[in-house]
């Protein structure tokens, strides 16, 4: 530690009290990367879910148990990347991320939206998950994020984009 910032800390006795209870300091002053796992992505969404008993909420009920095994499979797409499309995060912040991340139901699109600003990720509601599958694998990789490269769905076929490939299913 250079002399200049333990003087600082030393103003206030704030070295006296980190020497004194590192241990809780600790996750604070000092970084540490945790393996983003999708049990950690999904404990850090509020789900808004709709009144209790509503047709909605028996559909977001539904939706949720497909958000939770998309997170299980993630197979052509990473916790990161789904990390950084809701939240523009690449990694988990040792302390909460501010605004709490939402999980909201909609209908209006069959792929996802999200709102880094507000930390918002607005997932379809879909029939199967199969369907929704799908749709959130290529929402998410063909979203450019902040100072991100879009992430290029592949073209098999080398007539059209990808888009007219994607929607001829």
Not at 45 to 73: A, I, N, P
Not at 115 to 138: E, V
Request: hydrophobic share 35%; net charge negative; with cysteine.
């Amino acid at each position: 530690m250079s002399s200049r910032f333990k003087d600082g800390l030393s103003t206030l006795d704030v070295i006296h009290a980190l020497e004194q209870h590192a241990c809780i300091f600790k996750p604070f002053m000092c970084s540490s990367v945790e393996q983003l796992t999708s049990a950690a992505l999904e404990e850090i969404f509020e789900v808004q879910l709709s009144e209790k008993g509503s047709t909605r909420r028996h559909e977001e009920t539904r939706v949720l148990g497909f958000w939770r095994d998309y997170l299980l499979e993630t197979e052509g797409l990473s916790l990161k990347d789904i990390l950084i499309f809701a939240t523009g995060l690449n990694t988990l912040p040792p302390s909460q991320i501010q605004p709490q991340p939402k999980l909201i139901f909609q209908s209006t699109s069959r792929f996802p939206v999200s709102s880094t600003c507000a930390n918002t990720i607005k997932i379809p509601i879909s029939k199967t998950y199969d369907q929704f599958k799908i749709d959130m694998d290529f929402g998410i990789r063909n979203s450019p994020g902040f100072g991100n490269s879009n992430i290029v769905t592949e073209n098999t076929n080398s007539d059209v984009g990808p888009l007219s490939n994607f929607l001829s299913h």
